[in-house]
């Protein structure tokens, strides 16, 4: 059998933040949270499903606004954008670029739509809508932190929506996904394939 071999790979420096030396692949959403009378939206790509179940998590820092405010409120949506809706999540980081911004005028200009009951917001014409509960914030990842949130509502656009006798290929070719490539870049994914899933495979 042929030895492994480290002769095609450099070594990082792990004392430094590895991640800007390679490209990765992560989802982009929108975390919706309500800032007293007002809401603040933040686009996120370190976020996941937290296991089969109806719980969802992204990391975050306490020096962000998203952080104070879903430990005040208890409560944050996510809204899966569209590739059409990149210049949106640009927007949407604004409140982050200085000091002396204007974070509620961005929000209101926009399109969004309330959670039902009203106390929080999504991106409108988004693919996927989630309105979490607060379940657990894990800190101590040095400066960031995992938030993680219990699925209290969903909705799925009909576009999106998975059918079984729809040809899978084709439904995602007409309604692509936006991906996020770390770090900078993005892409719109419309051509797939079937994995290969070992025999009587069981998740």
């Known amino acids: 059998m042929k030895k492994n071999s480290f002769d ?19 989802p982009l959403v929108v975390i919706g949270t309500k800032e007293n009378d007002f809401y603040d939206l933040a686009p996120k790509h370190m976020v996941t499903p937290i296991g089969f179940s109806n719980y969802f998590g992204f990391v975050c820092t306490s020096r962000h606004k998203t952080y104070q405010n879903i430990k ?3 409560r944050f949506t996510v809204s899966f954008v569209k590739p059409n809706q990149i210049l949106l999540t640009s927007l949407a980081a ?20 309330p959670t039902t009951k009203n106390d ?6 988004s693919y996927v809508l989630l309105d979490c509960s607060l379940f657990k914030i894990i800190d101590g990842f040095d ?10 509502t969903a909705f799925v656009h009909k576009d999106h929506k998975i059918f079984s006798e729809v040809d899978q290929q084709k439904h995602l070719y007409d309604n692509p996904l936006l991906t996020y490539i770390a770090q900078g870049r993005f892409a ?6 079937s994995y290969p899933y070992p025999k009587d495979f069981k998740r």
């Open 120 to 125: 929080n917001i999504f991106i409108a014409e």
């Open 94 to 113: 604004l409140p982050r670029c200085e000091e002396d911004h204007y974070s509620k005028e961005i929000v209101k200009i926009l399109p969004t739509i």
């Open 188 to 193: 719109s994914v419309k051509e797939t394939f």
């Open 8 to 26: 095609n790979f450099i070594s990082l420096n792990v004392k430094d933040t590895i991640w800007d030396h390679f490209y990765t692949v992560a």
């Open 72 to 74: 005040k409120e208890k």
């Open 143 to 152: 400066n960031y932190s995992i938030i993680t949130g219990k699925i209290d």
